[in-house]
């Protein structure tokens, strides 16, 4: 657990410089996260961001990694749900489309 907090401190103390090494401005960082820009640069001076902040600025930093997370996850639901029997065959998901007058 402390390894988990030091590296997440660590990401905390350089969240500027990995803006600064990204591809994407700041204004965009900021557009995507959702944070005023006066209290975002405010939290980036005191590097105050929380936890959900942090998580959301890397999500933009890194969408691919963040979008190999979120399939992951999909996928791992996926699974519990075919596990539960949660799901619809075949013929049935093309009935309710006839029903429906999709196809």
């Known amino acids: 657990m402390i390894q988990e907090i030091i590296a997440y401190k660590?990401?905390?103390?350089?969240?500027?410089?990995?803006?600064?090494?990204?591809?994407?401005?700041k204004k965009y960082?900021?557009?995507k996260v959702g944070i005023p820009s006066p209290t975002f640069y405010r939290k980036?001076?005191?590097?105050?961001?929380?936890?959900?902040?942090?998580?959301s600025i890397a999500k933009v930093l890194s969408p691919e990694e963040n979008f190999r997370l979120e399939l992951k996850a999909e996928i791992e639901q996926?699974?519990?749900?075919?596990?539960?029997?949660?799901?619809?065959?075949?013929?049935?998901m093309l009935i309710e489309l006839k029903r429906k007058g999709i196809i």
């Not at 990401?11 to 990995?18: A, G, Q």
């Not at 980036?44 to 998580?55: G, H, N, R, Y």
């Not at 996926?78 to 075949?90: D, I, M, V």
Request: aromatic share 8%; hydrophobic share 35%.
């Open 10 to 25: 660590n990401i905390v103390d350089n969240i500027e410089v990995l803006m600064e090494k990204s591809p994407y401005k």
């Open 44 to 55: 980036l001076k005191a590097q105050s961001f929380t936890p959900d902040e942090v998580l």
């Open 78 to 92: 996926a699974k519990r749900e075919f596990e539960e029997g949660n799901f619809t065959t075949h013929e049935d």
């Open 29 to 31: 960082i900021i557009e």
